[in-house]
C-alpha cells in the first residue's frame, strides 16, 4: 500500500465510516468527501501522488475533501491549521499563538501564560523579555 493511498483511506474512513474513531470529528460534524475521491482513482487524479513527508490538509477546516480545498501541506502546516488553535489578531494580522511566537521569537508557553494572566494580545505581543 502507498502512502498516498492510506492518506485517501484514512481521510475517507473518518468522512463515511461510523466505526472510525476520527468520525465523530469529521463525518459526524458534516465533513464530507466527494463523490469523485470515493475511489482512490479519483482522489489520485486530484491530488498526485503524496509528496515525501507530507500530509492531506483541508485548507477550510470547516468544508470537506475535495479538490479545491485540499493541499499536500508540511505537519507543521497542517498543525497551523487546527481548529483548537488559539488566533490572535494584531494590527490588523492574524496568525496562531505559535506563529506568534516563532515570529517574534518569543516562547510560546510564555506567550500563552501572559494571555492566560488576563494580559492584552497587544500588551502580550509588544512587551519584550529582559
Known sequence: MSS???SWAHAKGRCTNLNDPRYADYGGRGIVICNEWLTFKGFLN?????????????????KG???AN???????????NRRSNVNLTHNGVTRTLQQWS???????RTLATRLRR??????????RVT
Open 102 to 108: 516563532e515570529y517574534l521569537g518569543l516562547n510560546n
Open 4 to 6: 498516498t493511498y492510506i
Open 118 to 127: 488576563g494580559w492584552s494580545i497587544k500588551r502580550a505581543l509588544t512587551t
Open 65 to 67: 475533501y475535495y479538490k
Open 70 to 80: 485540499c493541499i499536500w501541506a508540511t505537519v507543521k502546516d497542517q498543525a497551523n
Open 46 to 62: 486530484d491530488m498526485g501522488n503524496k509528496p515525501y513527508k507530507m500530509t492531506l490538509e483541508r485548507v477550510d477546516n470547516s
